[in-house]
């Protein structure tokens, strides 16, 4: 399909082990976000790539978290030592360029991380 | 209408009726407003956007509307169908060197009834 992919879409783990979420964005989009959404609450800010780079990463919680984005497209969260609180779903959006232009965001349907 | 409580702001309607669904803001420099839809399982879809230099903007059965004096948001949906049931998340972006950043609030539930 031509959206955002997120794998994988369900993710149950013990606590205190590694986790990888991957992102596709659309293709051309050269901004990427990813977003953490706890239950009945909205999405929440973590990090915007902005090509390879990450131009702001001041939403991860703390530094057991980190993405990365290599080639500017695919991107990976990384989440160490996992915690039952990190329970949520990771949502990924892409746009065409920084909200500051066309400001419309394609989110992809997100990664339900259950951690026991 | 937001909620600073746990439990999620829900909104009923009949079919065919118009539904209005509301979102106080917080910070007074935000300048761009986007109104997102949430199905269960899925993640948001954009629904309209508004900027702050404006007061209303209207697309396919929605309205947005912006008070910025009293940092209200509005959606409108007129003639509300069952495919319209799903959370719908306001989200402000504060401008300046973070436009890229959006801020959601908690989100309401609307439930259409056929």
């Known amino acids: 399909g031509a959206g955002v992919s997120q794998t994988p879409s369900n993710k149950v783990t013990e606590k205190g082990k590694y986790v990888e979420l991957r992102c596709d964005p659309i293709s051309g989009h050269t901004a990427l976000y990813w977003y953490r959404q706890s239950l009945g609450q909205g999405p929440e800010f973590l990090i915007y790539f902005q090509g390879t780079g990450a131009a702001d990463d001041s939403g991860l919680p703390n530094d057991r978290f980190f993405a990365v984005r290599p080639e500017g497209s695919v991107s990976t969260l990384k989440i160490q030592r996992t915690e039952r609180g990190d329970s949520a779903v990771y949502l990924c959006?892409?746009?065409?360029?920084?909200?500051?232009?066309?400001?419309?965001?394609?989110f992809g349907e997100g990664s339900r991380l259950t951690v026991l | 209408g937001e909620s600073v409580g746990l439990h999620l702001p829900t909104l009923s309607v009949q079919e065919g009726d118009n539904s209005i669904i509301n979102c106080a803001y917080s910070?007074?420099?935000?300048?761009?407003f986007i109104w997102y839809k949430q199905e269960s399982g899925k993640g948001p879809q954009f629904i309209i956007d508004i900027r702050s230099n404006m007061d209303k903007r209207q697309g396919q059965r929605v309205t947005v509307l912006l008070n910025k004096t009293v940092k209200h948001l509005s959606l409108q949906i007129a003639a509300t169908q069952p495919g319209d049931s799903a959370v719908y998340f306001c989200?402000?972006?504060?401008?300046?060197?973070?436009?890229?950043?959006?801020?959601f609030g908690k989100g309401t539930l609307l439930t259409v009834n056929p």
């Open positions: 989200a402000e972006n504060r401008g300046g060197g973070s436009n890229y950043k959006l801020t």
């Open positions: 959006a892409s746009s065409v360029r920084p909200r500051g232009g066309t400001g419309e965001l394609f």
């Open positions: 910070n007074s420099a935000s300048d761009y």
